[in-house]
């Protein structure tokens, strides 16, 4: 699965010269969160709710009403935005977006084609992701279990599962308490909760929790 698939598009941008109270608004308007900075056509920053609501004067100011939106008019996005920029490009792995924006503590990356933004993935497109991945809308016993790290593993365990009727809707692996071991969850349709328990039970080392899940 690529960004361009799964990414925010068109992407709203914002030019740097547009004051930020304007900004805020149409970040309001639009629900998001951050927005790249446009000049020309070419990317130079990107400012987000953050930074536009710390550059507004305090709540506690004796400023009047007037006085503030004067000031607040003659701040632009350029003077709040963030110049360096980490982007993507439309045929990046979405698993290496979700790490560039872990590593960087970033909550969104502009998407590139050539140097145009086409787009935006954000942490909300990650969170529908994972949600399809761990098939959270489906129906079926859901199974967290612990497994040797060994080869053939998850192949002796999913063939179990096909071969008593049981269709995965979801399977996903985690690192282990110790680097002997992985943790794996899955969701199973087709099968009964005791079905799933019984034929999973002799293939891993703990079956940590086992569940139905019908909503």
Known sequence: MFVGKRMSKPAIT????????????????EHIRRAPVVKDGKLVGIVSDKDLLNASPSPATSLSVWELNYLLSKITVSEVMSKKVVSVSEDTPIEEAARIMADNKIGGLPVMYG?????????????????ELMGAREKGVRVTAVIREERGQLARLTQAIAKQGGNFVAFGQFTGT??????????????????????????????????????
């Open 178 to 215: 110790t680097p002997a071991s992985r943790l794996i969850t899955f969701k199973v349709a087709d099968l009964t909760e005791q079905q799933v328990r019984e034929t999973t039970e002799p293939l891993v080392q703990e079956l940590v929790d086992i569940r139905t899940l019908i909503d």
């Open 14 to 29: 914002l030019p740097p010269e547009m004051p930020i109270v304007d900004a805020i608004n149409l970040m309001k308007r």
């Open 115 to 131: 140097d145009q933004v086409v787009g935006m993935i954000t942490e909300t497109d990650l969170f529908k992701i994972f949600l």
